[in-house]
């Protein structure tokens, strides 16, 4: 148990060592998503996009979005290819070229602190950058999130194709970037809210963080 505290601990402390001005607690908890897309947001009364509308198919996504990524279905090989166990619509980042980035924006004085996303065959060569205002406050990558680079663009293993829930605590964003400098970010079932800001939330983070290697130690 003594070493299973100390790997919580070591993982938590890596999670925490962002280029940005804020403290984030990242949770890779989920739900089953009804709809074929895999996996969901846990948060309650979270706002989720879902790039599912028919009409969004080969657009650069729903309002707010803007940039290099696109609306796919499926998988084009060497191009995109879906998360794992997802059938349906999602948004790949960039769309028809190697690098590029897509841009969220929200409505006027709109702010969030939760962040979560279906994120697919994750690599070190993706990040998620967050703004208020002209200020970036957090930069997450790949290989931020992915503790063993062995998984790097596994396109089936979990570890590589996760929910990531990324709380702020007090810090608030306004526009989210996606970016990524080779084929490809993908993405789906994006979800926003605003949730407080609990003592408790920290403890939350470390104990998904425990549990999830006490699964992984008892499987091995």
Known sequence: MKNLNRIAAALALSLFGFAAHAAPIITFNSADASDGSGLTTPVAGATVIDFNDDSLLNTRGPAGFFGQGGVVKGSSSGAYAAPAGNTTQYL?????????????????????????????????????????????????????????????????????????????????????????????????????????????????????????????????
């Open 92 to 220: 790949s980042v960039a769309l028809g070229q190697r690098a590029g980035s897509h841009t969220i924006t929200f409505d006027t004085g709109v702010t969030y602190n939760y962040f979560g996303l279906y994120w697919g065959s994750i690599d070190d060569y993706n990040t998620l950058s967050f703004f208020n205002g002209a200020t970036e406050v957090l930069t997450l990558t790949g290989a931020q999130v992915i503790a063993n680079p062995n998984f790097f663009g596994n396109q089936t293993a979990d570890p590589a194709n996760r929910y990531v829930n990324i709380f702020l605590g007090a810090t608030s964003y306004d526009k989210i970037v996606i970016s990524t400098t080779q084929f490809a970010f993908e993405s789906d079932n994006h979800a926003f809210a605003q949730v407080p800001e609990p003592g408790t939330l920290a403890l939350l983070g470390l104990g998904l963080i425990g549990a999830g290697a006490l699964r992984r130690r008892r499987s091995q």
